[in-house]
C-alpha cells in the first residue's frame, strides 16, 4: 500500500496524525493512531508520512523560534509512544529499523547546552538516541557505539584544548579496525568543517538545524 | 545569620528526592511556564529595559519561588537538593554585601551595587580563556591589558602548544602542566605593567589544571577569586563542587556563574530571566558562591548581546539588586558576536556593559568574542580598554538613559547578528613594536566614543 492509493478519508487520518504530533497532542496523536489501525491503513505509511511530516513541521517551528527545546522532547516521547501503537500491527521482520546514534561531548569538557538541543532535536526526528552527557572518555564512547549497534557517533566539544578528542574516537576507530562500522559527525563552537574534514570525520555541523540535515544525509 | 554548610548541602545531594534528569528538565518547564503566568511576567520586545523595575521585583519573587519549589538538580547522584525558604532567607542575609579583591594599591572593594547606584563598578578585563600563540605575544597583550587605567583586574588564557610543539589536551598532563605556565606569564605581565598587585583570573577545562593555578607567589592568590560553574539550566556536578570544596579549603573568594537558555529548558525569554535569578541562588546556596554571574544565552545565536539577552539578563540582575545586598556580577557585554576591530565588537560590547552597570552590576567575566575557536592572539588590549570605559562612565546613569542608549545601539547592530564581522588578531590591528594600537582602530574606537558620548554615556576620559 502507498500513501497516493488511500483514499481521502484515509488520508485525512494520516493528516490528522501529523496535526496532533506537530501540536504534541499525546491524547489526539493516540486516539488518531488506533483509528489509522481501525481503518486497516498500513501503518508503515503513518510512520512514513505522518511522522515525517510532523517532524519537519517541529523542526522548523523551534528553528524560528516558535517552540523550544522541551517541546522537542515531548515531540520525541510521543513518537515513541505512538510509534509502539503503530508497530503492534506491522510484523516484527518488516518493521523498519530506526537509525542510533551515541552522542557525547568529549573528555575534558563540562558544556552540555548545545550537545542537549542537538541531542534532543535528533530525537524527535526519528532517530534512537543514546546520549552519554559531558566529560565522557574516548573509549567509553566507542564501547557504547559498539553495545548499541549505533549507526554514528555525534561528538560535541566546546574549547581548542578537546577538539583533540574528536580526533582520537575517529584515530581509536581506525586503531580498533571499526571505522567503517560507524559515521562520525563533530561541531561545537570551536569546530570548523574545514577541522571535520583534516580529521576524517564524516560530517559537521554548525549549529543544530545543519546537524540535523548532516545527520540525515549521512544515515537515511 | 549564617550560611548553610557546604556538607550539609553535600549531605542533601544523596538524600533529596531521586529523579531522571529528563524529568526535572520538564518540570522546570513547566513551573518556569506556570510562573510566568501567574506573577504576570511579560517580555515586550519594544522595551528590551525595565524602567521603572516592575518586571524586575516579579522576576525576582518568581525565581526565588522556583528556587525552593524545584531546587537543583545534582546530575551525579541524581538527586535534588532542596532548601528552605527560612535557609535561603538566612543565606541571602548573611553572604558578604562588599569583598576586597587584588593586593597593595591595586586591592580594590567590590561592593554591592543599587540599580543606577552610583558605587564603584569593578572591571575585570583581559581576553577571557582565549588560545595565545606564544609566550611573548601573550605577555605583551596581557601587559597592555593591565596597562588599562579603567580596567582593575584581567583574565588570562592558554597556550596552545608545550615547547611550541606539543599540544595542550583537556585532562592530560599537559593542561596542568601549560596553565600553571601560562598563568606565571599572567602574573609576570601585570607586574610589568605596575600592578603586582592587580586581580588576574583563570579558569581551565577541568579542576585539577584550575586548582594547579593558585600558588601565591606565582599563581592565582587568594586574593583572586576562583570560578564555580552552575550547570545549565539549574543543575550541578560533583566536578563543580570540587572546585568549591578546594576553594573552601583554600581560603579565596568563591565566584559563581550560570546561565539559563534562552530556547532552553526555561524555554521564553520570561522563563530565561526567572531561571537567571533561580540560578543565582544556586550559586549562593548549593555552590557557596559570595559573587555571581547572573544572565543568560541564547540557545541559537552567538552574541550575549541580543534584544532578547538583554533584557532577559538585565532585569534578572536588577530584580537581585533591588531585593537584595548580593554582589552581582553581570558582564552582559563580555561575549559579543562580532570580532575585535569592528564597530559592531564595541556596539554590542557597550549595550551590555552599560545595561549591567546600570543594573546594578559588576563586570568581572573580560573581553572575547563569542567563539574564537583555535585562532591564536583574537583580541587586543583595546577591547579592555572599552569595556572598562564603558562600565566605569555608566556609573550613575539611570535607566531611562541607558534604554534610549541600548535601542540605540540595538539599532546598529541587530541585523547582523547571526552574520557578525569576523574582526582581526592583535597582531593586524596593534603596532608590534610600540605596541599601540594602529591608526585605524585607534580611530574607530575614538569615533565610536565620541559617538556613544553624544548619545549620552558620561565616559571619565
Keep these: 500500500m502507498e500513501y497516493t492509493s488511500l483514499t481521502d478519508k484515509e488520508k485525512a487520518l494520516l493528516d490528522s496524525l501529523k496535526d496532533a504530533i506537530a501540536a504534541i497532542d499525546t491524547e489526539i496523536a493516540k486516539v488518531v493512531a488506533h483509528k489509522i489501525l481501525d481503518a486497516k491503513i498500513d501503518p508503515r505509511i503513518a510512520l512514513k508520512y505522518s511522522f515525517a511530516e510532523a517532524a519537519e513541521i517541529v523542526g522548523a517551528k523551534f528553528d524560528c523560534g516558535e517552540l523550544f527545546l522541551p517541546h522537542l522532547v515531548m515531540a520525541g516521547d510521543l513518537m515513541e509512544e505512538v510509534g509502539t501503537i503503530l508497530e503492534k500491527d506491522i510484523p516484527p521482520n518488516e518493521i523498519q529499523k530506526k537509525k542510533t546514534i551515541v552522542i557525547a561531548t568529549v573528555q575534558g569538557d563540562m558544556h552540555s547546552v548545545g550537545k542537549n538541543i542537538v541531542s534532543t532535536m535528533l530525537r524527535s526526528s526519528g532517530f534512537i538516541i543514546h546520549d552519554m552527557g559531558v566529560d565522557v572518555p574516548s573509549s567509553a564512547i566507542i564501547q557504547k557505539a559498539k553495545e548499541v549497534k549505533a549507526e554514528m557517533i555525534a561528538l560535541s566539544s566546546l574549547l581548542t584544548t578537546t577538539m583533540h578528542y574528536q580526533k582520537e574516537v575517529i584515530d581509536d576507530l581506525v586503531s580498533m579496525k571499526l571505522r567503517d562500522q560507524f559515521k562520525v559527525m563533530i561541531g561545537g563552537g570551536p569546530v570548523t568543517r574545514q577541522y571535520a574534514e583534516s580529521i576524517g570525520a564524516d560530517g559537521y555541523g554548525k549549529d543544530v538545524i545543519e546537524a540535523l540535515e548532516e545527520a540525515k544525509r549521512l544515515l537515511l | ?461
Design chain 2, 1 to 461: 545569620m549564617t550560611r548553610l554548610s557546604f556538607w550539609e548541602i553535600l549531605k542533601r545531594s544523596k538524600m533529596g528526592p531521586m529523579l531522571e534528569e529528563k524529568d526535572f528538565d520538564l518540570l522546570m518547564f513547566k513551573k518556569t511556564q506556570d510562573l510566568q503566568k501567574e506573577y504576570g511576567i511579560k517580555y515586550d520586545p519594544e522595551k528590551p529595559v525595565d524602567i521603572d523595575g516592575v518586571q524586575a521585583d516579579r522576576i525576582y519573587q518568581a525565581g526565588v519561588e522556583l528556587f525552593l519549589d524545584l531546587g537543583t538538580y545534582c546530575t551525579t547522584t541524581k538527586r535534588i537538593i532542596q532548601v528552605s525558604a527560612e535557609e535561603l532567607k538566612s543565606e541571602i542575609e548573611a553572604c558578604p554585601a562588599e569583598i576586597n579583591l587584588g593586593q597593595g594599591s591595586d586591592r580594590v572593594k567590590m561592593s554591592h551595587r543599587d540599580v543606577e547606584g552610583n558605587q564603584d563598578v569593578i572591571v575585570i578585563a583581559g581576553i577571557q580563556t582565549a588560545p595565545f600563540s606564544d609566550g611573548e605575544m601573550m605577555f605583551k597583550i596581557y601587559k597592555g591589558c593591565a596597562m588599562g587605567r579603567s580596567v582593575d583586574g584581567i583574565w588570562g588564557g592558554i597556550l596552545l602548544k608545550i615547547e611550541g610543539q606539543h599540544d595542550v589536551i583537556a585532562g592530560a598532563p599537559s593542561e596542568i602542566y601549560q596553565y600553571k605556565k601560562t598563568v606565571e606569564i599572567l602574573r609576570r605581565a601585570v607586574a610589568a605593567a605596575g600592578r603586582p598587585g592587580m586581580i588576574t583570573i583563570n579558569n581551565a577545562p577541568t579542576n585539577p589544571a584550575t586548582i594547579a593555578m593558585f600558588d601565591e607567589n606565582l599563581g592565582l592568590r587568594r586574593s583572586d577569586y576562583m570560578e564555580v560553574t552552575g550547570m545549565s539550566e539549574m543543575k550541578v556536578a560533583y566536578d563543580d563542587l570540587n572546585r568549591t570544596a578546594f576553594a573552601l579549603a583554600h581560603g579565596v573568594t568563591i565566584h559563581g556563574t550560570h546561565s539559563s537558555v534562552i530556547g532552553g529548558f526555561s524555554a521564553t525569554p520570561e522563563g530565561a530571566a526567572i531561571v537567571s535569578v533561580a540560578g543565582s541562588l544556586q550559586l549562593i546556596v548549593v555552590q557557596k558562591a559570595e559573587t555571581f554571574r547572573c544572565g543568560a544565552v541564547e540557545s541559537r545565536i552567538k552574541s550575549r548581546a541580543t534584544r532578547r539577552n538583554l533584557w532577559v539578563a538585565s532585569t534578572a540582575i536588577q530584580g537581585i539588586s533591588r531585593n537584595t545586598r548580593l554582589i552581582v556580577d553581570g558582564s552582559m557585554g563580555d561575549h559579543p558576536g562580532a570580532g575585535p576591530g569592528t564597530k559592531q565588537y564595541l556596539y554590542e560590547s557597550a549595550a551590555g556593559h552599560v545595561l549591567s552597570t546600570v543594573m546594578g552590576a559588576h563586570s568581572t567575566e573580560g573581553t572575547r568574542k563569542f567563539v574564537v575557536g583555535n585562532v591564536c592572539n583574537f583580541g587586543t588590549p583595546l577591547e579592555s580598554d572599552w569595556m572598562g570605559e564603558v562600565c566605569k562612565g555608566a556609573v550613575g546613569m539611570d535607566r531611562e538613559a541607558a534604554s534610549y542608549l541600548v535601542k540605540y545601539l540595538l539599532a546598529k547592530y541587530e541585523a547582523h547578528l547571526m552574520n557578525p564581522p569576523e574582526g582581526e588578531t592583535f597582531e593586524k590591528l596593534f603596532d608590534q613594536e610600540t605596541l599601540k594600537p594602529l591608526p585605524y582602530y585607534q580611530n574607530l574606537y575614538g569615533e565610536v566614543k565620541e559617538e556613544l558620548r553624544s548619545q549620552g554615556l558620561n565616559f571619565i576620559r
